[in-house]
């Protein structure tokens, strides 16, 4: 009995994981209710929370008493964003990164010629979380905008900063990879992130406008790559 509902328990885990890392319940959503859940998938109130609470270790699942469970991030109030819209499929992310490399690029070159105090250690703090992480899907996925929304603030630019605000972390595309359970260490796809990270704090700091674009721009031309990649999709399939 004991095997029967570690089992059902693992399958429900695995459909909903499945779930959350393709888009269909994307980071905001609210996950099935308990009796939907049961009435689905055929188990047991026991084998629904159960689930929940491993979702809620391996940082996919944010639960609110009295609210539900949701995914990866607690649900933004539509007041928060002018659109209200999380990208769910693969090519509203990638529309969306094409959009970031934009401003963004422009953001990592006005924060290279302003730098105002304190600056590079709001960069640091983020990406020191992001590597202790250890591929916490939620914590790296809110580590990883935090250092963006750090490159922003430092533009001085406050439309920049609302424009990053008004997505939230919803923003971050999230390779199938993130969704694995939590490590020690960073995944090899997610230390290449951080890399990344690293290279445009460094441009940043020197004052280099030009390189610390092109950093910023070559980062978000990779992530679109790894979403592909990870999508099975080449950028002419991608539509």
Known sequence: MQQTKTNLTTALVDFLREQISSGEIAPGDKLPSENSLMTSRSVSRT????????????????????????????????????????????????????????????????????????????????????????GNASETMNCDYEFHLAVARASGNPYAVQTLQSFGPAMIAMP???????????????????????????????GDQ????????????????RLEHESGLTPKTFG
Request: aromatic content about 6%; cysteine-free.
């Open 176 to 206: 199938r990879q993130r969704f694995d359970m939590p490590t020690d260490e960073l995944s090899p796809r997610l230390a290449r992130v951080a890399e990344e990270h690293e290279a445009i704090r460094e441009a940043i700091a020197t």
């Open 210 to 225: 030009v390189l610390a674009a092109a950093f910023m721009r070559a980062h978000l031309s990779n992530s679109i790559r």
């Open 47 to 134: 084998v629904v929370r159960e689930a929940i609470l491993r979702l809620q270790a391996e940082g996919l699942v944010h639960t609110r008493r009295g609210a539900g469970s949701f995914a990866l991030t607690p649900p933004r109030d539509d007041s928060e964003s002018p659109s209200g819209h999380v990208p769910r499929t693969l090519q509203e992310r990638r529309h969306l990164l094409e959009f970031r490399m934009g401003f963004e690029s422009q953001s990592a070159a006005k924060a290279a010629e302003n730098l105002p105090p304190g600056a590079l250690a709001d960069m640091d703090f983020a990406l020191n979380a992001f590597r202790a992480s250890g």
